[in-house]
């Protein structure tokens, strides 16, 4: 049914930027919170970036002030603008809608993100 498809990842330069996107299909995109997490090589998966339905944006504070999450619900898309990129910044990015009624939550595929130094 849900499905959400992550695109956008690759491998950059420290310093450089990147933008992901995720779009969703089969969902009313608009009233959901979305989600980007990642997961590095041998670490737990981490929230990264949260935009509520109302626009609202939180961030983890290791990309305070570099990432930017937006929404584009004409679209039903998430984006995560990723800038000044480090080399602690490589690891699979996971686009998540979570539906709180149901404690259920849909993932993307993942798409890989690599910060050379």
């Known amino acids: 049914q849900v499905q959400l498809v992550e695109s956008g990842g690759g491998l950059v330069q420290a310093g450089g930027s990147l933008r992901l996107s995720c779009a969703a299909s089969?969902?009313?995109?608009?009233?959901?919170?979305m989600d980007w997490y990642r997961q590095a090589p041998g670490a737990q998966r981490e929230l990264v970036a949260s935009?509520?339905?109302?626009?609202?944006?939180n961030y983890a504070d290791s990309v305070k002030g570099r990432f930017t999450i937006s929404r584009d619900n004409a679209k039903s898309t998430v984006y995560l603008q990723m800038n000044s990129l480090k080399p602690e910044d490589t690891a699979i990015y996971y686009c998540?809608?979570?539906?709180?009624?149901?404690?259920?939550?849909?993932w993307g595929q993942g798409t890989q993100v690599t910060v050379s130094s």
């Open positions: 998540r809608l979570f539906v709180v009624t149901a404690a259920f939550a849909y």
């Open positions: 089969r969902i009313d995109f608009r009233v959901y919170t």
């Open positions: 935009v509520t339905a109302g626009g609202r944006t």
